[in-house]
Protein backbone atom coordinates (compact mmCIF):
# COMPACT_ATOMS: atom_id res chain seq x y z
CA UNK A 1 0.00 0.00 0.00
CA UNK A 2 1.12 3.44 -0.47
CA UNK A 3 -1.08 6.04 1.09
CA UNK A 4 0.97 9.11 0.62
CA UNK A 5 2.25 9.35 -3.24
CA UNK A 6 5.31 11.63 -2.55
CA UNK A 7 6.28 14.54 0.35
CA UNK A 8 7.79 17.85 0.33
CA UNK A 9 9.08 18.71 3.75
CA UNK A 10 6.00 18.17 6.27
CA UNK A 11 3.75 18.99 3.16
CA UNK A 12 2.20 15.25 1.93
CA UNK A 13 0.58 14.71 -1.66
CA UNK A 14 -1.86 11.72 -1.04
CA UNK A 15 -2.62 9.39 -4.02
CA UNK A 16 -5.85 8.32 -3.24
CA UNK A 17 -6.74 12.40 -3.52
CA UNK A 18 -4.36 12.25 -6.70
CA UNK A 19 -6.15 10.04 -8.16
CA UNK A 20 -9.80 11.54 -7.47
CA UNK A 21 -7.98 14.75 -8.98
CA UNK A 22 -7.18 12.31 -12.34
CA UNK A 23 -10.15 10.71 -12.44
CA UNK A 24 -12.20 14.42 -12.24
CA UNK A 25 -10.34 15.77 -14.54
CA UNK A 26 -10.10 12.99 -17.45
CA UNK A 27 -14.32 13.03 -16.68
CA UNK A 28 -14.04 16.65 -17.39
CA UNK A 29 -11.94 16.40 -20.71
CA UNK A 30 -14.46 13.49 -22.09
CA UNK A 31 -17.35 15.18 -21.01
CA UNK A 32 -16.60 18.55 -22.28
CA UNK A 33 -15.83 16.79 -25.64
CA UNK A 34 -19.05 15.09 -26.00
CA UNK A 35 -20.89 18.04 -24.95
CA UNK A 36 -19.56 20.00 -27.88
CA UNK A 37 -20.27 17.00 -30.49
CA UNK A 38 -23.52 16.79 -29.26
CA UNK A 39 -24.84 19.93 -28.06
CA UNK A 40 -26.00 18.68 -24.68
CA UNK A 41 -25.97 19.82 -22.21
CA UNK A 42 -24.41 23.29 -22.84
CA UNK A 43 -20.21 23.21 -22.41
CA UNK A 44 -20.60 25.96 -19.51
CA UNK A 45 -22.88 23.56 -17.47
CA UNK A 46 -20.09 20.75 -17.55
CA UNK A 47 -18.30 21.97 -15.03
CA UNK A 48 -21.03 22.54 -13.07
CA UNK A 49 -22.30 19.66 -13.33
CA UNK A 50 -18.92 17.78 -12.19
CA UNK A 51 -18.40 20.65 -9.70
CA UNK A 52 -21.66 19.86 -7.53
CA UNK A 53 -21.52 16.00 -8.13
CA UNK A 54 -18.28 15.66 -7.33
CA UNK A 55 -18.94 18.13 -3.79
CA UNK A 56 -22.43 16.45 -2.89
CA UNK A 57 -21.23 12.94 -3.30
CA UNK A 58 -18.29 13.49 -0.86
CA UNK A 59 -20.01 15.03 1.80
CA UNK A 60 -22.74 12.67 1.46
CA UNK A 61 -20.20 9.50 0.96
CA UNK A 62 -18.60 10.73 4.29
CA UNK A 63 -21.52 11.74 6.52
CA UNK A 64 -22.99 7.96 5.53
CA UNK A 65 -19.82 6.50 6.80
CA UNK A 66 -19.22 8.50 9.83
CA UNK A 67 -23.19 7.92 10.85
CA UNK A 68 -22.09 4.05 10.28
CA UNK A 69 -19.43 4.25 12.54
CA UNK A 70 -20.72 6.63 15.15
CA UNK A 71 -19.60 5.09 18.25
CA UNK A 72 -15.94 5.29 16.92
CA UNK A 73 -16.40 9.56 15.70
CA UNK A 74 -17.84 10.70 18.70
CA UNK A 75 -14.65 10.63 20.48
CA UNK A 76 -12.77 11.16 17.47
CA UNK A 77 -14.67 14.57 16.33
CA UNK A 78 -11.59 16.10 14.66
CA UNK A 79 -11.18 12.86 12.28
CA UNK A 80 -14.30 13.17 10.73
CA UNK A 81 -13.24 15.54 7.87
CA UNK A 82 -10.50 13.44 7.07
CA UNK A 83 -11.58 11.37 3.99
CA UNK A 84 -8.08 10.78 2.51
CA UNK A 85 -7.56 8.47 5.08
CA UNK A 86 -10.52 6.46 3.32
CA UNK A 87 -13.83 6.13 4.50
CA UNK A 88 -16.09 6.52 2.23
CA UNK A 89 -20.06 4.74 1.43
CA UNK A 90 -20.28 4.63 -2.22
CA UNK A 91 -24.78 4.29 -1.71
CA UNK A 92 -24.20 7.53 0.85
CA UNK A 93 -22.74 9.83 -1.94
CA UNK A 94 -24.30 8.52 -4.59
CA UNK A 95 -27.63 9.44 -2.83
CA UNK A 96 -26.59 12.57 -1.98
CA UNK A 97 -25.46 13.60 -5.65
CA UNK A 98 -29.14 12.28 -6.54
CA UNK A 99 -30.81 14.60 -4.64
CA UNK A 100 -28.67 17.85 -5.34
CA UNK A 101 -28.64 17.08 -9.26
CA UNK A 102 -32.02 16.62 -9.52
CA UNK A 103 -32.37 20.46 -8.31
CA UNK A 104 -29.63 21.84 -10.20
CA UNK A 105 -31.24 19.99 -13.49
CA UNK A 106 -34.67 21.86 -12.18
CA UNK A 107 -33.34 25.05 -11.49
CA UNK A 108 -30.90 25.46 -15.38
CA UNK A 109 -34.63 23.87 -16.79
CA UNK A 110 -32.48 20.79 -18.30
CA UNK A 111 -34.71 17.45 -18.49
CA UNK A 112 -33.46 15.89 -15.82
CA UNK A 113 -33.62 11.89 -16.95
CA UNK A 114 -31.83 13.19 -20.10
CA UNK A 115 -29.05 15.10 -17.93
CA UNK A 116 -28.52 11.81 -15.97
CA UNK A 117 -27.78 9.79 -18.86
CA UNK A 118 -25.01 12.07 -19.62
CA UNK A 119 -23.69 11.73 -16.61
CA UNK A 120 -23.85 8.75 -14.99
CA UNK A 121 -21.27 6.68 -17.31
CA UNK A 122 -18.59 9.35 -15.87
CA UNK A 123 -19.77 8.61 -12.32
CA UNK A 124 -18.45 4.98 -13.38
CA UNK A 125 -15.18 6.00 -14.56
CA UNK A 126 -13.74 8.53 -11.31
CA UNK A 127 -15.53 5.78 -9.33
CA UNK A 128 -12.90 3.84 -11.16
CA UNK A 129 -10.23 6.09 -10.35
CA UNK A 130 -11.53 5.99 -6.40
CA UNK A 131 -11.11 2.19 -6.12
CA UNK A 132 -7.38 2.25 -7.49
CA UNK A 133 -7.23 5.45 -4.43
CA UNK A 134 -9.30 2.92 -2.10
CA UNK A 135 -6.38 -0.14 -2.97
CA UNK A 136 -3.26 2.27 -2.52
CA UNK A 137 -4.79 3.68 0.50
CA UNK A 138 -5.75 -0.20 2.40
CA UNK A 139 -9.15 0.95 2.40
CA UNK A 140 -12.17 -1.39 1.39
CA UNK A 141 -10.00 -4.13 1.75
CA UNK A 142 -10.79 -7.80 1.29
CA UNK A 143 -11.22 -10.96 3.18
CA UNK A 144 -8.68 -13.47 3.37
CA UNK A 145 -7.33 -14.92 0.24
CA UNK A 146 -6.16 -18.54 -0.45
CA UNK A 147 -6.06 -18.11 -4.88
CA UNK A 148 -2.66 -19.50 -6.68
CA UNK A 149 -3.19 -17.15 -9.13
CA UNK A 150 -3.21 -14.05 -6.70
CA UNK A 151 -0.13 -15.57 -4.35
CA UNK A 152 1.50 -15.15 -7.49
CA UNK A 153 0.77 -12.01 -8.02
CA UNK A 154 0.90 -10.46 -4.45
CA UNK A 155 4.25 -11.68 -2.08
CA UNK A 156 2.99 -9.78 1.24
CA UNK A 157 1.06 -11.99 3.84
CA UNK A 158 -1.44 -12.58 4.93
CA UNK A 159 -3.45 -12.44 1.54
CA UNK A 160 -6.51 -10.44 1.28
CA UNK A 161 -9.13 -10.26 -1.76
CA UNK A 162 -7.87 -6.90 -3.82
CA UNK A 163 -11.92 -6.23 -3.72
CA UNK A 164 -10.77 -2.66 -4.61
CA UNK A 165 -9.06 -3.66 -7.74
CA UNK A 166 -12.17 -6.22 -8.57
CA UNK A 167 -14.50 -2.97 -8.47
CA UNK A 168 -12.30 -0.91 -10.25
CA UNK A 169 -12.35 -3.06 -12.90
CA UNK A 170 -15.86 -3.60 -13.35
CA UNK A 171 -16.66 0.13 -12.71
CA UNK A 172 -13.58 0.74 -15.86
CA UNK A 173 -16.08 -1.81 -17.58
CA UNK A 174 -18.92 -0.15 -16.66
CA UNK A 175 -17.91 3.04 -17.72
CA UNK A 176 -17.34 1.81 -21.47
CA UNK A 177 -20.29 0.07 -21.61
CA UNK A 178 -22.80 3.17 -21.10
CA UNK A 179 -20.49 5.63 -23.23
CA UNK A 180 -21.38 3.05 -25.96
CA UNK A 181 -24.52 2.21 -25.16
CA UNK A 182 -25.81 6.02 -24.76
CA UNK A 183 -26.17 7.14 -28.04
CA UNK A 184 -28.62 3.86 -29.05
CA UNK A 185 -30.83 4.38 -25.67
CA UNK A 186 -34.51 4.35 -26.70
CA UNK A 187 -35.70 6.13 -23.48
CA UNK A 188 -34.59 8.94 -21.08
CA UNK A 189 -33.27 7.32 -18.07
CA UNK A 190 -32.08 4.17 -20.09
CA UNK A 191 -28.76 4.63 -19.18
CA UNK A 192 -29.47 5.62 -15.71
CA UNK A 193 -31.42 3.20 -14.62
CA UNK A 194 -28.65 0.45 -16.53
CA UNK A 195 -25.85 2.06 -14.61
CA UNK A 196 -27.79 1.99 -11.12
CA UNK A 197 -28.97 -2.03 -11.79
CA UNK A 198 -25.38 -3.31 -13.18
CA UNK A 199 -23.50 -1.09 -10.71
CA UNK A 200 -25.54 -2.80 -8.04
CA UNK A 201 -25.38 -6.21 -9.62
CA UNK A 202 -21.75 -5.73 -9.44
CA UNK A 203 -21.80 -4.86 -5.87
CA UNK A 204 -23.79 -7.17 -4.74
CA UNK A 205 -20.71 -9.67 -6.04
CA UNK A 206 -17.85 -7.67 -4.67
CA UNK A 207 -19.41 -7.93 -1.47
CA UNK A 208 -18.70 -11.54 -1.10
CA UNK A 209 -15.31 -10.32 -1.11
CA UNK A 210 -14.94 -7.62 1.13
CA UNK A 211 -14.39 -7.51 4.80
CA UNK A 212 -15.28 -5.46 7.69
CA UNK A 213 -19.02 -4.49 6.46
CA UNK A 214 -22.14 -4.65 8.94
CA UNK A 215 -25.44 -6.36 7.79
CA UNK A 216 -28.59 -8.14 8.37
CA UNK A 217 -28.61 -12.10 8.05
CA UNK A 218 -26.52 -13.28 4.94
CA UNK A 219 -26.23 -9.96 3.75
CA UNK A 220 -24.32 -6.94 4.18
CA UNK A 221 -26.33 -3.37 4.20
CA UNK A 222 -24.60 -2.94 1.20
CA UNK A 223 -25.67 -5.67 -0.61
CA UNK A 224 -29.34 -5.31 0.76
CA UNK A 225 -29.18 -1.81 -0.73
CA UNK A 226 -27.87 -3.53 -4.51
CA UNK A 227 -30.76 -5.40 -4.26
CA UNK A 228 -33.27 -3.24 -3.71
CA UNK A 229 -32.05 -1.25 -6.48
CA UNK A 230 -31.36 -3.61 -9.02
CA UNK A 231 -35.10 -4.85 -8.39
CA UNK A 232 -36.61 -1.30 -8.82
CA UNK A 233 -33.82 -0.78 -12.07
CA UNK A 234 -35.25 -3.77 -13.70
CA UNK A 235 -38.53 -3.18 -12.93
CA UNK A 236 -38.21 0.27 -15.07
CA UNK A 237 -36.36 -1.06 -18.14
CA UNK A 238 -39.17 -3.83 -18.68
CA UNK A 239 -41.51 -1.55 -18.51
CA UNK A 240 -40.59 1.06 -20.39
CA UNK A 241 -39.10 -1.20 -23.29
CA UNK A 242 -42.94 -2.78 -23.14
CA UNK A 243 -44.13 0.75 -23.73
CA UNK A 244 -41.56 0.97 -26.32
CA UNK A 245 -42.39 -1.99 -28.05
CA UNK A 246 -46.38 -1.55 -27.97
CA UNK A 247 -45.80 1.73 -29.43
CA UNK A 248 -44.10 0.25 -31.98
CA UNK A 249 -46.87 -2.12 -32.85
CA UNK A 250 -49.10 0.34 -32.43
Known sequence: MRPVLFSFGKIQIYTYGTLIAAGVMCALFLMSRQARKTGFPETDKVFDLVFMAIISGFLGARIAYVIENFDWYRTHLLEIPAV????????????????????????????????????VPYVALVHFFGRL????????????CHSEILLRWFSHRPLLHPAQIYEAVYDLGLFFFLRDCYSRRRFDGEITAQYFALYALGRFVIEFFRDGNSGWGV????????????FVCLMILLVKIREGKSKNHG
Open 219 to 230: FTWNQWASLLIL
Open 133 to 144: GCFFNGCCYGKA
Open 84 to 119: WQGGLIFYGGLFAGLAVLIGYFRFQKIPVLKGFDFL
